[in-house]
């Protein structure tokens, strides 16, 4: 396997993010809005992996709404949060890169999936120059048929994410061997924005 770098998650590290969001659960804020896009783009009872989950609120949500659900986060202290909140969850510690067929299935995990959700600015916070072979790395977990929703600010509003113009993400798209189906500007579907990327992609 291919060395895998660290994140600009990890090179400039993110503890605010750990305590804010458990706020928000613990006050019962809605934090699950991207879920119910996702699971407007799945079949009831679909396999969808929840690629950089965070503390699981997304993953956690679309398991309630009976879908079959595996969640990877590599931070260690957001994998233990997601425990706690949602402990019927599947969650595998590990790198997005790291991902691979064998692999989950080695640890008893679903490895194939009809929708992979990479949203909440993920792509934008991984290792510098690894956005193709992170797209390639889930394009390879998707079943005949299976999508990708991702979401990300364009801009850089967080730490040490990147600007990512969405002419860029485009061509990275288009050079892992995927097609772009859809693009809005927010998860309720509002046209195209300049603020926030919204992408449903398919293989080619």
């Known amino acids: 396997m291919s060395e895998i ?16 969001f458990s706020g928000l659960i613990e006050a ?5 809005g991207e879920a119910r896009l996702a699971d407007a783009l799945a079949a009831r009872g679909s396999r969808i992996l929840d690629a950089g989950a965070g503390l699981g609120r997304i993953g956690g949500s ?9 969640a990877v ?33 080695a640890l008893g995990q679903v490895a194939e999936f009809d929708l992979i959700v990479l949203v909440g600015n993920v792509i934008v916070f991984a290792a510098p120059d690894t956005e193709q072979r992170l797209l390639v790395t889930l ?32 061509a990275d798209v288009e050079a892992a061997g995927l097609t772009l189906q859809h693009r809005f500007g ?5 046209p195209p924005a300049d603020d ?3 992408a449903v992609l398919s293989v080619r």
């Open 5 to 20: 770098p660290p994140t600009r998650w990890e090179l400039s590290g993110n503890p605010a993010y750990g305590v804010e």
């Open 28 to 32: 019962g804020a809605d934090v699950d």
């Open 62 to 70: 679309l398991l309630a709404r009976g879908h079959r659900v595996v």
């Open 73 to 105: 986060e590599k931070d260690h202290d957001l994998v233990e949060r997601a425990a706690r909140y949602y402990p019927d969850l599947p969650m595998v510690e590990s790198d997005i890169l790291g991902l691979s067929r064998d692999g989950l299935a």
């Open 139 to 170: 394009r390879d977990l998707l079943a005949d048929g299976g999508r990708i929703l991702v979401g990300f600010h364009p801009v850089s509003r967080h730490g040490n994410a990147r600007d990512y113009p969405f002419e860029e993400f485009a």
């Open 186 to 190: 927010t998860y309720e579907l509002h």
């Open 196 to 198: 926030y990327v919204v």
